[in-house]
Nanobody, 124 residues
């Protein structure tokens, strides 16, 4: 069993920055990718970014490229999402997810473990 716990979400003004953290515990999955998704009210869950554990390869959705950075600290089993130049449309619940197969993919159905989410609200 894998447990993922997100933290760091809060209310921030447009143009501001936040860093989300996702702490992982349980089953060893150090070789497998981790990702961030988000879900705004009334919308489907949306892929944000993913990172491989070993090579540190990353993959972003177009709307966050140049503003968000995903990173990881393997020693702490933690994945981060640094979010800069935040916009009101970034408002959502942000979820951390992991999958048990290789490859950086955007589909939510390809991820097997999920955290409970952390709320990010960007005011205009």
């Amino acid at each position: 069993q894998v447990q993922l716990v997100e933290s760091g979400g809060r209310l921030v003004q447009a143009g501001g920055s936040l860093r989300l953290s996702c702490s992982a515990s349980g089953r060893t999955f150090s070789s497998y990718p981790m990702a961030w998704f988000r879900q705004a009210p009334g919308k489907e869950r949306e892929f944000v970014a993913a990172i491989s554990w070993i090579a540190g390869n990353t993959y972003y959705t177009d709307s966050v490229k140049g503003r968000f950075t995903i990173s990881r600290d393997n020693a702490k089993s933690t994945v981060y999402l640094q979010m800069n130049s935040l916009k009101p449309e970034d408002t959502a619940v942000y979820y951390c997810a992991s999958r048990t197969t290789y490859g950086l993919v955007p589909g939510a159905d390809k991820y097997h473990y999920w955290g409970q989410g952390t709320q990010v609200t960007v005011s205009s």
